[in-house]
């Protein structure tokens, strides 16, 4: 036989056992150093995507397969989380959340404004850079949180909802820019946009857990399928995935809003279905996010320079803002709430991606743009770790429960 | 704000949760109504694939994302169905397990042959075709006998056994006539294959269970991750599926055997993480072998006729060819052992394509054993129910294991 004949079909088919095999050990090889370093674990996950990345060690590549095993990761991981917030507990935060979040977007987009329009990029870049650097990326505090079993600290619950709330504000704050950058001014849409936004939320936030918490356990009494609840359970997932991306929100919003319906009619065995997958696919989630490090903003003292600049942006202004929105709850679980909303995500680098190709944003922009979204990501869990340190230790006791006034 | 220009946003990250939704939703729809009807699930679950596809509806294509998780799929569901299978109970069998897979190779290679040649195939042709359709696929096999609860039974193990040895020769078989093919024998290289492949089958399946058996409590104990023991049995399961792919047999084989590796080492917990992993991808895997249906087969009577001829070979002589292999368990465990071992998988689809690419398979005998590959698949289900049919329901008391003298 010759083996070259063949060589296609062998080197086709490892690719994929071959790329899971690089990415999750190497991913929970880097979080099990970190942690004997004290560090949390998730850091090494990111760090293992840029040490085996094309930046690094050039192993593994981005691809279209990796970029969806992350996309599923980070949805598995948000339904994850979802099922462990109860809808009530969420609602009595939503006012608070809602001023977090709103003071979160402003700060960002003025502080990136300022920084960009000092250093003199084009008024049209720096208002498009600024907006797509708005929007919290929930995914890594919110692995952060159920790691250290905080999720149901208030200040965690009020985390949560801010950064449902955040995607929608920052939904609306692309509308108005992306007419502000076209010239041209269409209420009705803009409207409608934010309209159809707002509509999706409220409604499955509001109407979902009364909806399945009639109709699982009916369909699940149904169903002659072995595991029918967690069959209805995804389901219900890619369903509210779906209509959240079709309403202009990130699926992992809907995976979100999909698990916090279901946070009542699930079963143990059921959650320990989903951590299966969350434990399969999370890992991929944090090493792509790795994996899309560009190290080319180094090239240049000056882009070097910028990248820094609007790195603190980033980070300062949710630490100030969302910290500011929640100083009634005191000092502490301000600067806690205001670190969780550091993290930023694909939805940063999909408006950057998309102002490229519009020809808004040039190319180094957008290496800076990327950089930062996973510089703010990777950093945000050493700080999450040192203003939650009173709980560092999973399985101690649970956290005293906070009271909202 | 212009939609039209966010437009290819929303759409392209629709795409994936699209695809989970309609093709997740519809398999276990239409498992569902099968499961009414009767009749196995699984076959619903094909068939949607089927109807959803590009013959019927049209909804969801083929695609590189779908791909991915069927074959991710496929391998969960041979590494979850390996955590039930001991080691030492499957090498009891090994012995009747290689007559009934070298019989079965046999009479499958001999009867495709005789059928082309009958009908006037190219000689190259005829071979490579025969080579293409000798290897069993136990995926499908594998989740009918696990959602019945049937896998401590004998014959349950030949199968599991078979298949395994099956893959092997089905490997030495593809390796002879690629040299027939190509007119020059090269003895070196087709010792070298099969050493290879033979070498690590045997290592892995000999040494594999000690070694794990040492290796990961030991590690387990070290680690300080949650979930150690998931984890190591996730990366011990990409390691096998990488090298079996390397040692030129196919990816699920390594998967079963780091789940048999694995077996006495996992505790119900670990069981559950990784039935989660698998319930949410054997559906792509079963509804992705329908989206791959190609109904062209029935554009010419002539075409049409040969495909079920083929399909009647591929058949017959693995129900005739394992099931004389396995004679001596009686004629009722001989016709379970020789139905289970018809479907047909990924394997003799990509050997065909590696044909169809070398231009010894035309277009339409690559469509041809493309249908008979899923036909295979889509009536095995049915025709196990009804040689298992005393052990219809799952959960009643365990069968009677059977010994063997």
Redesign the interface.
Known sequence: ???G??GF??TD??K???S??VV??SA?LM??IL??LDQP?IVGEILAGVLIGPSVLGWVAPS??LS?LA??GA?FLLFRVGLEVKYSELLKVSGAAAIVAALGVISTFGLVWAVLALWGAPPKETIFVAAALVATSVGITAQVLA?KNLLALAASRIILAAAVIDDVLGLIV???V??VV?GRW?LL??LA?TGLALGFTAIVAWWGPRAVGVMVPRLNEK?????GQ??LA??LM??F??LA??S?I??IV?AFLAGMALAEHTDP?CR??????S??LVPFFLAVIGLNVNLSVFSGASTLLLTLAVLCAVVFSKVLGCGLGAISLGRVDALRIGVGMIPRGEVCM??AR?GLT?GIIRQSMYSAVVFVTVAAAALAPPLLHLVFRDFRK?GVPKPEMYRLG
């Open positions: 036989m010759n083996l004949a063949l079909l062998i088919s490892a994929i056992p071959f899971l095999l999750f050990t929970k979080s099990e942690e004997r674990g279209d397969f969806a996309d599923l949805m790691a692309l509308a108005i992306s007419s076209r269409n849409e803009l946009t169903l002659r399928a072995a595991e967690f069959i995804l389901i890619f369903l995935s779906v991306v079709y202009g990130a699926a809907g065995h320990d279905l989903a951590q299966g997958v434990d399969f999909a408006v998309l519009l999973p």
